[in-house]
């Protein structure tokens, strides 16, 4: 995969060091929900990013498998399973990145939000144990409905006094690589030279990609502007739609999980400059929780980005993505506090 190159290629000099090492100073990277349609084949990418040593791999169903499966590609990352809620504790000892693709997928005419009653309680179950056993590790959340799942997890740290909102970081990676592809696509652009900012959420009118800010600045037309927004705030029923009830972006989604959990390791190790979008504990709005441009370092999220300047029609949309995350945020809190 080419673009899986570029990305090793920007972890730069480093990491050949690393790998030099056989991988032994590398980083400790664990997945729950590592069998599923996300979680496989991001287990197969995580055991190619040489920044990773140890790679364990957690579900309820089917990780030995998968496991052994994966423990066969030569490179440097030691793989070990672990199935079923007993040996959760084992596989999240020493880790210093979480990666959460656990729960339900949509089928076609659900909301993400329709996931929630089935992925509070097994986002809740396993951030007790994060905070039990790898308190100090970065969290990548991608169970949906994200906009309310981070606040689940936010509220089961705050109720173990573990809670560092540096390190807690919900994925809304894929929004943006979808709105590189779109852009670069209408702009006749190479999309791995397009890079669009996406704000807000992931969900519907809470993904508010700003296309103002794109880069190589683009102009768009009024026509073009609907397109794309409507088409990168639809980009998950897009999926769920084509696949008919077999799931929603899993393939996509592992691929956008890896480029941001690499950013994130890459930030770990010390590496200047590490952008990405995600949704966060933040100031940036009066929401508790938004998602903008962060820069990675060493303790997880070292700066979040003001949102910039926006137009008329990015400020129209940023009110609408507020009213609906503003309850997404509170049913999250409320489900760990009632
Ligand atoms: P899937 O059903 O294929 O896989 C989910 C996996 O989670 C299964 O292997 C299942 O056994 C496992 N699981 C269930 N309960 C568990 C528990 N208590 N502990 C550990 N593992 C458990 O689903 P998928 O397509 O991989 O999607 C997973 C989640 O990711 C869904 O909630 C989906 O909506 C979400 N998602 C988010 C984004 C995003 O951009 N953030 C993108 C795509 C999908
Ligand atoms: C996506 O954006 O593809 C995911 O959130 C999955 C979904 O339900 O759309």
Redesign the pocket.
């Known amino acids: 995969n080419p673009n899986y190159l570029k990305m090793e290629e920007t972890s730069g000099l480093q990491q050949v060091n690393c790998r030099a090492k056989g991988g032994a100073s590398g980083f400790k990277v664990a997945i ?2 590592a ?5 496989q084949p991001l287990a197969m990418l995580m055991k190619m990013n040489p920044l990773v040593s140890v790679l364990h791999l ?5 990780s030995p498998g998968v496991t052994a499966d994966i423990s066969h590609m030569d490179t440097g990352a030691v793989v070990r399973g672990f199935l079923g809620q007993s040996q959760l504790e084992d596989a999240l000892v020493g880790m210093d990145l979480v990666i959460i ?6 089928k076609p005419g659900m909301t ?1 939000d329709d ?1 929630f009653n089935i ?1 509070a309680g ?1 986002v809740k ?2 951030c007790e144990g994060i905070a039990k056993c790898c308190p100090n590790a970065i969290v990548n959340l ?3 409905p ?1 906009n309310s799942t981070v606040p689940i997890a936010a509220e089961v740290f705050k109720k173990a006094g573990t809670y560092d909102p540096k390190r807690l970081l919900g ?2 990676m ?2 943006v690589v979808r709105a590189n592809t779109f852009v670069a696509e209408v702009m006749g652009l190479d999309p791995r030279e397009v890079d669009v900012p996406v704000v807000g959420g ?1 969900a519907g009118v809470t993904i508010l990609p700003l296309l103002s800010q794109v880069k190589p600045p683009c102009s768009f037309t009024p026509e073009e502007t609907d397109y794309l927004t409507s088409r990168i705030q639809n980009g ?1 029923t897009e999926v769920v739609e084509a696949k008919a009830g077999a ?4 393939l996509s ?1 592992a691929y ?1 999980a890896v480029k941001f959990a690499d950013a994130c390791l890459r930030g770990l190790r010390g590496d200047a400059g590490v952008v990405q979008c995600a949704f966060v504990a933040s100031q940036v709005t009066e929401l508790p929780f938004f998602a903008s441009k962060v820069r990675l370092g060493r303790t997880g999220i070292d700066e979040i980005y003001p949102l910039g300047p926006l137009n008329e029609y990015e400020r129209v949309g940023l009110e609408k993505a507020k009213k609906e995350l503003a309850e997404s945020i509170q049913k999250g809190v409320s489900f760990i506090k009632k």
């Open positions: 729950l929900g069998a599923g349609g996300i979680g957690y579900d309820v169903v089917n693709p656990a729960g339900v997928p949509r993400r996931l992925n097994i179950t396993l991608i169970s949906n994200v994925v809304t894929l929004d992931h998950g799931g929603s972006a899993t989604m956008a």
